[in-house]
């Protein structure tokens, strides 16, 4: 079987990286593309509160308490890990989301991770998208639990330093052991974003398109609301509609 087709949302911390993944997994849905496996990768991240979805488990929860022991007797801990791992997905009638969580403590990830991956190689071929919302530093990438990303979006607020910033992410990107596809970037924020080329251009990434500032994006993540129940004509909506139609999906 086929893996899915992996789409990577990344850049600083409140550039627009969640509000940006969860639009992404809406015009995937309302396409009717495929099914969909939202990875939250994202320590600082709320994705599942922009999808509007409760999660019970975590994967770094799982790993804390694998770590304490709380092992039930007779079973071994990579049994107890195999079954939590797969009760921490969580499903819905559109799409899946697997939450990873926070660090807790130094060294917690070094024991699973090669259970981790298994884990969401498994997965990988259950769906036809994966949409991980990553944090700046693409942790879970370069852990190399997701080692191909076939389509990277880098997010920048609209300003020279968000740009630079965006540049020397991608940089580290590319020069991890990650086999990336395409990469472009999306300027959030902003109804024109001409004024930045020059430094666009200096990046090497290709501008897919510009995300205005749309009060009701803020006041949905204010109030917990879920970004799948912003009107269709909202300018956020309206901008992503347009930016992901350019792409292959
Ligand atoms: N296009 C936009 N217009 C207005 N506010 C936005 C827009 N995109 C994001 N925001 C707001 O900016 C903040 C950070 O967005 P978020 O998507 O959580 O960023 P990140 O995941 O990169 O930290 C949130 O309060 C969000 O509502
Ligand atoms: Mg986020």
């Known amino acids: 079987m086929e893996r899915s087709k992996h789409i990577a949302v990344a850049g600083k911390g409140g550039t627009g990286k969640t509000t940006t993944a969860a639009l992404l997994i809406r015009y995937l849905i309302e396409n009717k593309k495929g099914s969909i496996l939202a990875v939250d990768a994202d320590p600082n991240s709320n994705l599942n509160e922009a999808l509007g979805v409760k999660v019970e488990n975590t994967i770094s929860n799982i790993l804390v308490d694998v770590k304490k022991n709380n092992v039930p007797t007779g079973m071994t801990k990579q049994t107890y890990l195999e079954l939590k791992l797969h009760q921490s997905l969580t499903e819905t009638k559109y799409y899946d989301l697997l939450v990873m969580g926070g660090p807790q403590g130094p060294g917690c990830y070094c024991f699973p991770t090669e259970l981790l991956k298994k884990h969401i190689d498994v997965l990988d071929n259950n769906y036809d998208y994966m ?23 880098l997010i920048s607020d609209p300003t020279a330093k968000g740009v630079r910033t965006v540049g020397r992410i991608y940089e580290l990107a590319k020069s991890l052991k990650i086999n990336i596809g395409e990469a472009y970037i999306i300027i959030t924020k902003t109804e024109d974003a001409s004024d930045l080329q020059n430094e666009i251009d200096a990046t090497g990434l290709k501008l897919l398109g510009v995300v205005p500032n749309d009060p009701l994006v803020a006041e949905y993540d204010l109030k917990g609301k879920p970004l799948m129940d912003l009107p269709e004509d909202s300018p956020a909506v309206r901008a992503t509609r347009e930016i992901f139609g350019k792409l292959k999906l």
């Open 131 to 153: 949409v991980i919302d990553n944090e700046a530093g693409m942790e879970h990438i370069s852990r190399e639990t997701i080692e191909n990303v076939d389509i990277l979006l």
